[in-house]
C-alpha cells in the first residue's frame, strides 16, 4: 500500500523549476508548475538525465539533454504517450510536499 511522505517544503521549489528528490531507492524530480506540484521519475529514460532539470512549458517539461518531452500529468512521452516514465501523486500539506510512492 502506497504511502504519502513528505519530500521537501513548498519553498524548495520555485514556481516553474524542478528539484531531484530521494524516496527510498527512487530518485523523484518535483516540478512546481501552474502554482500545482508534479512529481516524475527524475532519470530520462533516453540517456538519463535530470528531468529536474528540464524546462517547464505548457503542463510539459522538456529534457535539458536532448528535448525529450514529458507531460506533467501522467509522465507520458509527449511525442509518443506510449512510454511513459513514472507518474506519482503529489499533495501539499501546510507548507510540505508529499509524493506518494509504492
Ligand atoms: S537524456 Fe533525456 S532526452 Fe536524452
Known sequence: MADFQTVCRV???AE???KTVQVGTKLIAIFRHG???FALDD???HMGASLAGGYLND???TCPWHAWRFRLHDGAWADNPRLKVGCYRVRVVGDE???EVG
Open 97 to 99: 510536499v508529499q509524493v
Open 59 to 61: 503542463g510539459i517539461v
Open 35 to 37: 502554482g500545482q506540484f
Open 16 to 18: 516553474g523549476e524542478g
Open 43 to 45: 532519470v530520462c529514460p
Open 11 to 13: 519553498a524548495e521549489v
